[in-house]
Each structure stands twice: as structure tokens, then as C-alpha cells.
């Protein structure tokens, strides 16, 4: 089908070109030597900066064989996987635009026929990003021809893994979206791309199945089965058997064309996309807490991100072919670098893997950058942190000295007390302190015993969280009572009544401030931030200060992971409206309740002096104290929420063992069962092991459990709330009769979740559900940060 669009349609103008700066000619060297080495015939590279194309150049042969031709830099080159992102995915955002398609759905929704062989939660994001678990290709070995009979092939592929388990690159996954694109649009995938993507572009070389008319300007690739050399016949065996059109492989173009669609992302979308979708496709857009970065189609940070090169940062993108092809475009400094070659010709042994590389280093060295553009490179490609979470080159640990804000404020000599005593009074400070046996200082000096003797201070009265000021005690039975080494009375704000967790009024009333310093657990049902909350309300009410000494999240302020509570549920496990793992310090969490929820107390964070948002707690070389009774290591901390969504069902989480929240039994559990389960669910940063144990405490006190003890692997590609949820899922699947789930909404205060846990829904795809309400927190938290 020939389509006819008037010029004044087209949208894309050309890229504007300049004089080659100087030192680019850096690349010619290199790509010559890559010839001399026979890695490659020859090549064309393509290098666009701020709007302009700065470097086209031609290099070596275009063929060797049967005759020997020399490259031109309109060569036309077979793009191999440079498919799957310049038509498949971009034809699906388009899709996604129109409302046609969710990202979130099953594909099956829209292929029925895709549900079979336990396929039906498989979601158009994870075809996309590559987390379908399929294999890499449709089976080869026995004969097979046509369009038609490929998709068949797929639709009844069974997953080699769980889906959203791990990265494996396969064409499976968008030969599957070349179908989904063809079936939602009612066009072929050849015509769809033409109409509404090359046409609007003017990429009048690039097309699937090119025409014989243009075969002279062709680059070949290598002999077929039948020794015919390939030229204007794709070289991908999957696509060739499909008839050349097919969603991972096929297009032909030029560098000239793929300039022009480069640009057109740098630019927002060109007309073709939105702004929104071009970030969408080119953002983090994997699982969460997966280590293989991949955006929509695009590649981010993977095994297959060699084209990056060692300058470029992590946030730019890019993609391969097999044939030799690829484009890697960086949004920060505007550049795009397109690299094409027919490496496979003449008989497949050529190689353009280091060559990709060794180019995308020379030219991020050379461009003219701006002192921001270099900033930027300097800190995202070498800084250990960064909200990209656990990017495969983002450092996992560090020897950090963070200082934590008692540290702080007794360097400052308490200057930050000297404006907390009612105006004219010449008394000293009448201060109160919530806080418990984490308030301690870099010298393990009681925050209790600094404040007593601190200057122009009275520290009048304290005030003990749960488990009471020595964090001691698992009872809501506390009384009153007075410090045994200073004699200053104790208020508990913590008990089974609301009255009993709020601080009295008129005990406020009596002071100029209430200065708090306790550890937190970085989790949204641990209830230390609730009474955080419940003193900023009762100091609002009363007219004094809050002044909170800062302490590191210790699991990370760098996540932010699992369901977001729903609205209009507030209670003393769930203070304000926000997942699971929030990724705050106290201090952070404090500046968001105080706006957010409109409490309009006088707030004063004293912040820490070295902390990273990427910092675990073994970071930063402070001291670890059990911030409650069964929280009595990192570890226990980094497992709590997940495991602790599941603690209120009829299961122990190891409470009264030597190991609490790492353990997880009851008698009617089959451990090995479980294990062997859980274990084939490829849940990322944890392993199983199956075990019995008798918990001394809580559930089954006394008992004999089987169960499982939960290793950690790997805490930087770990979702804990997002294990609580693959937990019960299988506990309901294998115990539908004992296990006992009603209660999970009591720390789960997410309704949507747990009535897709009840239904069976597939625990990955009721995770990712819930990433747009993460995504929407993450932005409202950005402007309550305190630390980059």
C-alpha cells in the first residue's frame, strides 16, 4: 500500500549542520582502525550537538563482496533491533496517547489469544522494558514460514521466568507488540509505522522491505543459508521467515534519517510523540528495584549499554542492532551519536561492540559542553547515589562519618535552643525531650544527659515513644515514670487508647519547646512518626516549638516502595497518606506533615552533616541501636516491610526467636513447600531456605513452626513491601484453608491491593499497579527533601 502525505504535513524539519569541530577528528582513528582490524567493512557515523549535526563521515566499504564498493554516508543500512524503538515502541506510546492502551494491562487484553500457558498477567510494560520473562526468540529449528504462524508461535510461548523477575532481552516481547500495534490499529505494522511516524518525520529512507529500486544503495550483511548475499533482505532469521515486517527487526535507513528522529526526541517529540510520552520512553520504566535500567523500548543501563561509552551518564539512552547499528542520545548535553555499520558482512565474524564504545567516549571528550553539562556528567556518572535506585554501576556502599543532628547541635554550641524561651524571659529554656535509648551522641553519650547540661537549657520533662524511653518494653501497659540518672519524670505517649499516645497539653503548655531525637525505621506503619505527628499537631495547639535532631533512614532514603495508604484511613500506623517505604528522615517527614497537613507548628529540623540518600545504615559509620526489641540489625530492618505486612495473619515472623522478621512459619506449614515456591518466583535480593523453629513469643509461642528463613542477597535490587505481598499470595495459594488474611489491612491501608490479593492477581503485576500513586508521593515529597 502506497501512502501519499502532502509536505506541509511533515513536521520534522532538517537537522541543521555545522563545520566538524576539530577535535572530533579524534574518531576518524579509531573507526579506521576498526577496519584495519576487520571488525567492520566500513561505516558511517553521525554526531549531533545543541540543535546541529557536527560530525558525517563515510568511512571504508559499503561491500566486499561480490565486489568491492566504498561507503557513502546516504548508505542504507539493515537496523536489526534498532527496530524495536524506532517503529515498535514509538508506535505504541502513540497508541498509549490515544487511549488505545494501557501500560498496566495485561496484553492479553488486547490479544486474547496471549493468555495461554500462564502468559495472562503479562503486561504491555514488561514486553516493553524486557521483564516478561520470555525467551529470547521464537524456535528456529524446525521450518516455518509467514506473519501469521510467528504470532501463533509466541501467543503460546511459555515464560522461561516469572514475569517482572529479571531482565531478558527478547524478541519475543515486541514481535508480541508488533501484533498488539497491528490489532489495536487495523493497520499492518509496515503501514502504521509509514503513515504515522516516517512520513510526519520526512525519513524518506527508512521503511521496512525497501524497495529493489534503491538495492544499489544498500549495505549488505552476510550469506544466507543458500550462500546469496543479503542486501535489501532483513538479516534477522525471525523477521525474514515473518516476511521482513516484524516488530524486533526489519527497518532500513540511513544515518541521515536517524538523525532526524533523534533530534526529534531532544526536542520533545516532533509532533509524533508528546513531551510526556519522550520522557516516559526514555525514563527508568523497569520494576522498581531492578538492577538492568530500561526505559520504553530504550535501553538505560544494561549488559547491552556499551554504546554509552565511559562519559556519557547514566540518563542517557540508546539501542543496538546485531547488524552493527546503533544510536545513543543524551538528553543532558543534547547529543546523539549514530553509529552505522553492516559488521556481520561478509560472513557474520565482525564485531562493532568496542568500537561503539571506544566512539562515544571520544566524542563526549571532545563536544564543546557548557561548565552545567559537564556538572552534570561529572556527578551522575561518578556520584555513588542518585534516585535512578539501583542502576548495575551505582555503588552499593561507602565509608561515610555522618553526623547525626545531636552531633550538630552540640558543635554549634546549642545555639538553635537560644530562641526557644518565651519573649523577655531571662530564664532558661524550659525544654521537653521525646526520645529513647537510640538518642545518643557520636561519644554514646545519653541526648538526655547532653541536654541536662546544656547551657541556658531546663530539659523539664521527657516523653517516651513505644516500647518506653529505654526501648525495652513490647506492652501498650506503660506508666509514668521518673529517669533513674537524673531524676526528670517520663510522660509514655504510647498505649492501647488515642488519649494515651498524644502528649498532654497542659504538660506542653509548661515548656518553650519539644526537641525530638529518636531512630526511626524508614517505614510508614512504624509508629515513632506517628508520634512525631501527634507532637507537631499538640505543639501547634499550644504555640511552641519543634525541634527535631535529624537521624539517618536507616534502609535508604534513596526507595521509595510499596502501596500508598489510602486517603481518609489515618491512624496510629498510618499517619499520612504515603507507601509502605517512604524513603524520610525524621526530619524530612516532619516538614511534610507540618504543610501537608496544614499543622502550622514552628518547626526547626537540625539536620545531619554527611548523610547520603543513598546511605545504608553500615554507611555511615554510626553506631547501630536496636530502634525497637525486634529490630535488632540491618538486615531485620531491611526485610520489616515486607514481612511486617503479614505479621497481624496467623503466621509467625520469628518474634521470640533469635532472628525476628527473618523467619516466617506456622505448624501447617510445609517449609520445603514454601521454599521451592518462592524460591522459583525469582524474587530479586532474597533467597529461601526452608526451616523449623518455636517462637518464644506472639504467634504459635511455644510451638513447633516450619517456615522459611529469608536471606538477603541483594538489599540494592530488593522490594520488601513488594515481598510481603509475594508472601501471602503464596501462603494463600498453598494454605487456602489455614491462612488467614483479614487482617492485612490493617498495615496494608490499601483496599485496591489487598482485594487483588484475594482475587489471585499475580503479585507483579498488583505491584506495579500501584507505581503511578508511588510516582504522584514522589513528586510531592521532593519539596520536603533535606539531602541529595
Known amino acids: 500500500m502506497l501512502l501519499l502525505i502532502s509536505p506541509s504535513a511533515w513536521a520534522a524539519a532538517e537537522p541543521k549542520r555545522t563545520s566538524p569541530p576539530k577535535r572530533l577528528a579524534v574518531l576518524d582513528p579509531i573507526i579506521e582502525q576498526a577496519i584495519h582490524d576487520g571488525n567492520i567493512p566500513g561505516a558511517v557515523l553521525l554526531v549531533g550537538h545543541d540543535g546541529h549535526v557536527i560530525y558525517r563521515k563515510a568511512y571504508g566499504a559499503r561491500a566486499l563482496e561480490p565486489r568491492r564498493e566504498a561507503m557513502t554516508v546516504d548508505t542504507i543500512f539493515d537496523l536489526a533491533s534498532l527496530t524495536k524503538v524506532i517503529a515498535t515502541a514509538t508506535a505504541m506510546m502513540q497508541l498509549v496517547e490515544r487511549g488505545k492502551v494501557r501500560l498496566n494491562d495485561p496484553v492479553a487484553k488486547y490479544l486474547p489469544e496471549f493468555a495461554q500457558n500462564g502468559k495472562e498477567d503479562i503486561t504491555v510494560r514488561q514486553l516493553l522494558t524486557h521483564y516478561s520473562g520470555l525467551e529470547p526468540d521464537l524456535d528456529l529449528k524446525t521450518p516455518w514460514q509467514g506473519k501469521e504462524t510467528a504470532f501463533r508461535m509466541a501467543f503460546a510461548e511459555t515464560p522461561q521466568e516469572p514475569a517482572g523477575s529479571g531482565f531478558t532481552y ?311 515514670s521518673k529517669d533513674e540518672a537524673t531524676g526528670i519524670p517520663i510522660y509514655n505517649v504510647y498505649g492501647g487508647t488515642d488519649a494515651a499516645r498524644r502528649p498532654a497539653l497542659d504538660v506542653l503548655k509548661n515548656l518553650d519547646a519539644v526537641v525530638v531525637d529518636i531512630q526511626d525505621a524508614g517505614v510508614r506503619f512504624y509508629t515513632y512518626e506517628t508520634t512525631l505527628g501527634y507532637f507537631l499537631e499538640a505543639a501547634a495547639k499550644v504555640g511552641i516549638e519543634v525541634i527535631v535532631l535529624d537521624r539517618p533512614d536507616p534502609i535508604t532514603g534513596s526507595f521509595v516502595q510499596g502501596p500508598v495508604s489510602d486517603a481518609g484511613r489515618e491512624n496510629f500506623t498510618n499517619y499520612f497518606t504515603e507507601p509502605v517505604r517512604q524513603g524520610m528522615t ?86 520445603r513447600e514454601l521454599a521451592a515456591y518462592l524460591n522459583r518466583r525469582g524474587i530479586a535480593g532474597v533467597r529461601f531456605v526452608a526451616v523449623s523453629f518455636t517462637p518464644g513469643a506472639s504467634a504459635y509461642n511455644g510451638q513447633s513452626c516450619e517456615g522459611v528463613n529469608i536471606v538477603l542477597t541483594g538489599r540494592n535490587g530488593f522490594d520488601a513491601p513488594e515481598l510481603g505481598i509475594e508472601l501471602a499470595s503464596a501462603l494463600r495459594k498453598f494454605y487456602p484453608a489455614d491462612f488467614k488474611m483479614d487482617r492485612i489491612p490493617e498495615l496494608l491501608v490499601n483496599q485496591g491491593v489487598y482485594d487483588a490479593l484475594v482475587a489471585g492477581q499475580d503479585p507483579r503485576r498488583i505491584a506495579q499497579d500501584w507505581q503511578q500513586d508511588v510516582e504522584k508521593f514522589q513528586q510531592m515529597r521532593q519539596k520536603y527533601l533535606i539531602y541529595k
Open 586 to 671: 525524621m526530619g524530612e517527614l516532619a516538614k511534610m506533615f507540618n504543610a501537608e497537613r496544614g499543622l502550622k507548628a514552628k518547626l526547626t529540623v537540625v539536620p545531619m552533616e554527611g548523610w547520603q540518600r543513598g546511605d545504608w545504615f553500615d554507611s555511615t559509620g554510626l553506631a547501630w541501636v536496636n530502634p525497637s526489641p525486634n529490630l535488632r540489625s540491618l538486615t531485620e530492618a531491611t526485610l520489616y516491610p515486607g514481612v511486617a505486612l503479614i505479621e497481624g495473619t496467623n503466621v509467625s515472623v520469628g518474634r521470640g526467636t533469635d532472628t525476628p522478621f527473618e523467619l516466617v512459619g506456622a505448624p501447617w506449614i510445609k517449609g
Open 170 to 480: 527478547s524478541d519475543i516481547n515486541f514481535i508480541t507488540l508488533g501484533a498488539l500495534v497491528e490489532r489495536v490499529s487495523g493497520e499492518t505494522l509496515d503501514q502504521y509505522t509509514v503513515r504515522h511516524i516516517f512520513a510526519p518525520l520526512r525519513m524518506v529512507h527508512t521503511r521496512f522491505v525497501p524497495p529493489l529500486a534503491g538495492k544499489a544503495k544498500i549495505a549488505p550483511t552476510e550469506y544466507d543459508d543458500n550462500h546469496v548475499m543479503l542486501r535489501g533482505v532483513v538479516h534477522d532469521p525471525t523477521a525474514r521467515r515473518m516476511g521482513g515486517v516484524a516488530g524486533h527487526a526489519g527497518l532500513f535507513s540511513t544515518a541521515d534519517d536517524q538523525a532526524k528522529f533523534a533530534q526529534v526526541l531532544l526536542d520533545g517529540g516532533g509532533g509524533i510523540l508528546s513531551a510526556f510520552s519522550v520522557e516516559k520512553m526514555t525514563r527508568p520504566e523497569q520494576p522498581p528495584a531492578a538492577e538492568v535500567l530500561r526505559g520504553f523500548g530504550w535501553d538505560i543501563d544494561s549488559p547491552f549499554s556499551s554504546n554509552r561509552g565511559d562519559l556519557l551518564p547514566v540518563g542517557s539512552f540508546g539501542h543496538t542492532g546485531f547488524t552493527g547499528t546503533s544510536v545513543w542520545i543524551d538528553p543532558t548535553t543534547k547529543t546523539y551519536i549514530i553509529l552505522l555499520t553492516n559488521a556481520v558482512h561478509p560472513r557474520g565474524k565482525g564485531n562493532a561492540v568496542g568500537l561503539r564504545s571506544k566512539v562515544a567516549t571520544a566524542v563526549a571528550a571532545a563536544l564543546p559542553l557548557t561548565v552545567s553539562e559537564k556538572e552534570t556528567l561529572r556527578w551522575e556518572s561518578i556520584t555513588g547515589y542518585n534516585e535512578a535506585q539501583s542502576a548495575a554501576r551505582r555503588y552499593s556502599v561507602r565509608n561515610g562519618n555522618v553526623k547525626s543532628g545531636i552531633d550538630v547541635l552540640e558543635e554549634h554550641n546549642f545555639d538553635i535552643l537560644e530562641g526557644t524561651a518565651a519573649p523577655g524571659s531571662v530564664a532558661k529554656k524550659r525544654i521537653g525531650l521525646l526520645t529513647n535509648q537510640t538518642g545518643v551522641d557520636s561519644q554514646g553519650r545519653r541526648t538526655i544527659d547532653v541536654l541536662a547540661q546544656a547551657p541556658g537549657v531546663s530539659l523539664d520533662v521527657l516523653f517516651g515513644p513505644e516500647h518506653g524511653a529505654t526501648g525495652m518494653l513490647d506492652t501498650t501497659n506503660l506508666s509514668n
